[in-house]
């Protein structure tokens, strides 16, 4: 029987009109003769404080709650009224909702897309849920306050369960690639805080014998990212310098619009393009897709490793190899020095894909 997956399509704001849909057609032809799914548009952002007065309804919580895993447009919450601008932004607030603790991040660079670091293939498992993000690491009022007007302080977390668990995903993950993760942290002036989420990083890499494991401070893990990013695998660190050094590392390995990025726990996953809304070039059909496309890729091998059958992963290689070919092709996106819109970006992609299904379906029929 084929199997059927249950998806949630949020649009978000900014540019998330033009590429989230862009992400749901190459996922469905990526699908082809492999699983159905079911889509469940929902809203967040602009669209949802007409229809509810909030930028993330109860109901679309409660509708994300059913589903195997959902595909997140931007938010621009800067351009929401005064009042909701204040509260915790989309992306966070579903985060937090959902407890999803791991923001796994690729810095991978594509061939054709003339990065500064053409070696770089890494990731990073950033911590999702603590650190200072005051907007989500307590679990009642924030982490930020100002005592007087002119004091303004943070407070920051770190706890041995969060580390524990963000570091078991960042050796399991190094597992499956070349086997050495770099703990990032600043044990030698947040002694206590950094020091625990290092200390419980290499207790977990006790666990994981084939995985090699070494620790840099994060200062010099950028300088080294900009010298040399070709010697990292998988970087496990604390959320804010997780925030900051994805970006550089993304930046490094090509653009922002080619960012991938999910945040999942052990049952459930969202794909999110490392990006914003990128408001200046919203509704002109310009922006690149790829970041979330190839984020929808990481929810499908996420889907995979609670899936017997392979068709996941499958359809994720299909994506890939796809966007592959056609980055490297001339047609590309502004970002990428290319002139190709969204739209004919996206077609591009999905006329790989179905061009090199039916090339391997004919080949299979040869042969029988
Ligand atoms: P946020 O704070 O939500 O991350 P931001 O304004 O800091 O948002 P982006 O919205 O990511 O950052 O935009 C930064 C720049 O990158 C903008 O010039 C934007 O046009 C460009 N950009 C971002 N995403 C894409 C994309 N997918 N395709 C093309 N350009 C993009």
Redesign the pocket.
């Known amino acids: 029987m084929t199997p059927s997956i249950q998806l949630g399509l949020v649009a978000g704001d ?2 998330g009109p033009e ?1 989230v849909p862009a992400a749901a057609r190459v996922l469905e032809a990526a699908a082809t003769d492999l699983f159905t799914i079911d889509w469940h548009p929902l809203p967040i952002g602009h669209e949802a404080i007409e229809r509810y007065g909030v930028a993330v309804p109860a109901e679309t919580l409660a509708a994300l709650d059913r589903l195997d895993g959902w595909i997140l447009g ?3 919450s ?1 351009s929401y009224p005064a009042q909701l601008a204040a509260a915790v932004p989309p992306a966070g607030a579903i985060r937090k909702h959902f407890d999803l603790f791991a923001n796994i991040r690729p810095a991978r660079a594509w061939p054709g897309t003339d990065p500064i670091a053409p070696r770089a293939d890494l990731v990073i498992v950033r911590e999702n849920t603590e650190g200072l993000y005051a907007d989500r690491n307590m679990f009642a009022g924030s982490g930020e306050f100002m005592p007087t007007p002119d004091v303004a302080l943070a407070v920051g977390v770190i706890t041995r369960a969060g580390s524990e668990r963000i570091a078991r995903e960042a050796f399991r993950l190094a597992e499956q690639r070349r086997r050495h993760v770099t703990i990032v942290h600043k044990a030698n002036v947040l002694t206590m805080t950094t020091g625990l989420f290092r200390d419980v990083c290499l207790e977990v890499a006790g666990d994981y014998p084939d995985v090699t494991v070494s620790e840099q401070f994060v200062d010099a893990a950028a300088a080294h990212l900009v010298r040399d990013a070709s010697i990292f695998d998988v970087i496990v660190t604390e959320n804010l310098f997780g925030d900051i050094l994805s970006d550089l590392a993304a930046e490094l390995a090509g ?3 080619i960012a991938a990025s999910l945040n999942c726990s052990a049952t459930r996953a969202m794909a999110q ?1 490392a ?7 919203a509704g002109t059909d ?7 496309i190839l984020s929808v890729a990481m929810l499908l091998r996420w889907l995979q490793g609670r899936h017997t059958s392979p068709v996941f992963g499958e359809a994720a290689g299909r994506t890939e190899d796809a966007i592959g070919a056609v980055i490297a092709s001339p047609i590309r ?3 990428l020095g290319g002139t190709a819109s969204t739209t004919a970006f996206t077609d591009a992609v999905i006329e790989r894909i179905i061009g090199t299904s039916s090339r391997r379906r004919e080949r299979g029929s040869t042969r029988s």
């Open positions: 900014g540019i590429i931007p938010h621009d800067a653009s922002l619009g393009a990006h914003g809304a990128a408001p200046d070039i310009t922006a690149n897709p790829t970041a979330l996106t502004r970002d």
